[in-house]
T-cell receptor
Framework: NAGVTQTPKFQVLKTGQSMTLQCAQD?????MYWYRQDPGMGLRLIYYSASEGTTDKGEVPNGYNVSRLNKREFSLRLESAAPSQTSVYFC?????????????FGPGTRLTVT | AQTVTQSQPEMSVQEAETVTLSCTYDTSESDYYLFWYKQPPSRQMILVIRQEAYKQQNATENRFSVNFQKAAKSFSLKISDSQLGDAAMYFC??????????????FGSGTQLTVLP
């Protein structure tokens, strides 16, 4: 099994450009998450989807939108990229939304906004 | 809001020795989960160990064990018989059991562990 996959692995954007980060999981998980990791910090939750058809804001949602395309896929969109969005982005999934379910993480996307 | 603090940005240990990574957290809740995640240079986040706050017994997973002190809000990770493959950034994380807020993992800033041959 591939687990959680993310594309692209690296991306450089200019300020104001838009892009979509893709995430897919093949574990038949119900819940999916997007995090960002800035230097010297732990991961912070941007958005999550507890189940197909639902999305909710996390700790740092400003400047982002998400789409739960189907049970497998959860995309993160930057409509107008800003240098403050330079970060490493991680997608994760879990069988359910509660804390007893382990979250499985993708390999991350390193995004640089110049 | 919950906070998680890891006061050791870097630690090193000799191969085959034991090392303890520290973590403290702040919460007003009584029921929650605590986690240690490992992030090797590949960047993949891997769950190392999990502790449920209502369980008094400390969790263990092979060479990894925790010292959970609920009253002190302390959750340290002990790695025994350290191996070169243990070298990584280690993150402590908190998650509430309450509904509504139960989706959010709160992470500490991490401890970079170096294993010396």
């Amino acid at each position: 099994n591939a687990g959680v996959t993310q594309t692209p692995k690296f991306q450089v954007l200019k300020t104001g450009q838009s892009m979509t980060l893709q995430c897919a999981q093949d574990m038949n998980h119900n819940s999916m998450y997007w995090y960002r990791q800035d230097p010297g910090m732990g991961l912070r939750l941007i958005y999550y989807s507890a189940s197909e058809g639902t999305t909710d804001k996390g700790e740092v949602p400003n400047g982002y939108n998400v789409s739960r395309l189907n049970k497998r896929e959860f995309s993160l969109r930057l409509e107008s990229a800003a240098p403050s969005q330079t970060s490493v982005y991680f997608c994760a999934s879990s069988e359910g939304p509660g804390p007893s379910y382990e979250q499985y993480f993708g390999p991350g996307t390193r995004l640089t906004v110049t | 809001a919950q906070t998680v603090t890891q006061s050791q940005p870097e630690m090193s240990v000799q191969e085959a020795e034991t090392v303890t990574l520290s973590c403290t957290y702040d919460t007003s809740e009584s029921d929650y989960y605590l986690f240690w995640y490992k992030q090797p240079p590949s960047r993949q986040m891997i769950l190392v160990i999990r502790q449920e706050a209502y369980k008094q017994q400390n969790a263990t997973e092979n060479r990894f064990s925790v010292n959970f002190q609920k009253a002190a809000k302390s959750f340290s990770l002990k790695i025994s018989d350290s191996q070169l493959g243990d070298a990584a950034m280690y993150f402590c994380a908190y998650r509430s059991r309450l509904s509504g807020s139960a989706r959010q993992l709160t992470f500490g800033s991490g401890t970079q562990l170096t294993v010396l041959p």
